[in-house]
């Protein structure tokens, strides 16, 4: 059921969609990328109620700008109008934190051959950047001034331990699929988990 209080929210919301983007349009035009962060990130959790917001500068240095929910910001894999290669795209975590999703390595996986750099904004002086010439890592500045890598992980390499079902590297799990913490099958338990094992995979 829409509720008068449900469409005059979503037309406020519209509206500062459309300020947001206006917002970014007026003062990062012809800026630098990371002189644009403190703009963006205050159209993104003032302007907007903590909303993503991702900004891609194209070739010609046009800004395309466009905002989502609270976790996500679709970059459309055929943009219209964008003159390629890609200079920068960046995007935010309102949340506060910097670092990739799954989504956001799928991006510049997808990108990476036209698209030269990205950042993810996570707060004031917390950013993390990513570039094409080093694509499986994204370097963030946290909010101590430190600097923390994070490294693109391979899914391949990493498996559910059948005891605890928490996620561990391949490399430190045993061949019946445990990891260290659990206890490993010997002697006669050895065919009962085997058998508990195959259970598990057929269901």
């Known amino acids: 059921m829409i509720t008068n ?4 929210y979503n037309k406020l919301l519209e509206d500062a969609r459309i300020e947001a983007k206006e917002f970014i349009a007026n003062t990062c035009t012809g800026l ?3 002189h644009m962060f403190s703009h963006i990130w205050l159209a993104s959790t003032e302007i907007l109620p903590a909303l993503e917001v991702q900004v891609v500068i194209d070739s010609n240095d046009k800004l395309h700008i466009s905002t989502g929910s609270s976790g996500y910001v679709d970059f459309r ?3 219209v ?20 999703s799954g989504t956001d390595w799928s991006t510049v996986n997808t990108w990476q051959p036209i698209m030269l750099e990205a950042y993810v904004l996570g707060g004031e002086n917390h950013y993390g950047h990513w570039n094409n010439t080093n694509a499986h890592e994204l370097r963030i500045l946290e909010k101590d001034g430190s600097i923390r890598v994070q490294e693109q992980r391979v899914l391949s390499q990493f498996a559910d331990c059948l005891g605890c079902s928490h996620e561990y590297p ?12 659990c206890q490993y099958p010997t002697g006669s338990e050895e065919e009962s988990f085997n058998a508990e094992s195959k259970n598990v995979k057929g269901m």
């Open 5 to 8: 209080f449900s469409v005059k």
């Open 32 to 34: 630098e990328p990371e």
């Open 77 to 79: 894999t055929n943009p």
């Open 81 to 100: 109008g964008i003159k390629l290669p890609i200079k920068c795209w960046i995007h935010t975590h309102p949340f506060g934190s910097a670092y990739f």
């Open 170 to 181: 391949l490399e430190d799990m045993n061949k019946y699929g445990l990891c260290e913490e």
